[in-house]
Structure formats: C-alpha cells, structure tokens
C-alpha cells in the first residue's frame, strides 16, 4: 500500500487515525489529571470515620473512542457500575440502609461535584462543601492547551 494520499477515502483514513491517537491521549491524560483533583478535593479530609477505598477516584475511566459521520467523542467520566460493585450499604459505603436506596452510586458523581448530599451524609461535615475536582481538571486542560498540544503531536506539525 502507498503512502500517497490519492483518495478522499484515504484523507479520511489518515486524518481519522490521526484524530484517534489524539483523543486517546488526551482521554488517558485527562483520566490521570482527574484522578489526582480526585485525591485532593474528595479525600482531602483524612478522618477516621470512614476508610478511603479509592474508588471513586478508580472509577474516573475514558470511554471508547466513537465515530459517527466525522464527529468523534470521547468521554471522560465515573464508571457508577464500578462503584455500584462496592456498594455496602451496612458500612456505608455508596449507600445506606436508613435512605430510600441503598446504592447511590450512580448519583455519587454528581453529589460530590455539585454539593448535593443534604443531610444524606450527616450535618455540616468536610463531605458537605462542593468538591471542585472537575472544574480544576477542566480548567488545567484549558489553560496549557492539551487539546491543540495533542493534535499538534499527532499530525506531526511539530
């Protein structure tokens, strides 16, 4: 096969593949990011009430690349199924048997990012201020400009 570009159909191919690479960089660049704003706003208070799992920071995962016509996407978000693995409602953990479900797993995301919990977690607790892990990773990825920087590597502008 040639490694000429002589075709619309090998643009595509070429400039896809590209853009694959890019993305996935990106998402697995982001993943790490994530996992640390995790570690430092969700497990910033080390008390000895509740045992730190590390799961909600484990479930921070990049989802497969997708194409469709000549937009791609890739996510990066919670894996709440992951959580939902490691649901003990007994101890607390992702659910409790005194709330109308004892798995929260998959509203925990938003819980922790938008402050949410009400009195879910107990009264005027650390849990309780908004944990701003998401827009610190989003606004570490803005200003260094990893998007352009991963394309600018990909295509081999640079």
Request: aromatic share 14%; net charge negative; no cysteine.
């Amino acid at each position: 096969m040639s490694n000429e570009i002589d075709t619309w159909d090998r643009l595509d191919r070429f400039i896809d593949s590209k853009i694959q690479i890019a993305l996935k960089s990106l998402g697995e660049d982001v993943v790490e990011v994530m996992r640390e704003k995790v570690e430092k706003h969700v497990y910033l208070d080390n008390n000895s009430v509740y045992k730190r799992t590390g799961h909600f920071a484990d479930s921070v995962m990049a989802t497969d690349l997708k194409r469709l016509g000549y937009t791609h996407t890739l996510s990066v978000e919670h894996d709440t199924e992951f959580l939902s693995l490691y649901n003990d409602p007994d101890s607390f953990i992702y659910g409790s048997n005194y709330y109308k479900t004892n798995d929260i797993s998959e509203w925990l995301p938003e819980i922790l990012a938008e402050n949410k919990s009400g009195d879910f977690f107990g009264i005027n607790k650390a849990w309780h201020s908004r944990k701003n892990y998401f827009e610190e990773t989003w606004n570490e990825i803005e200003q260094g400009n990893w998007i352009e920087d991963r394309f600018v590597k990909a295509f081999g502008i640079i």
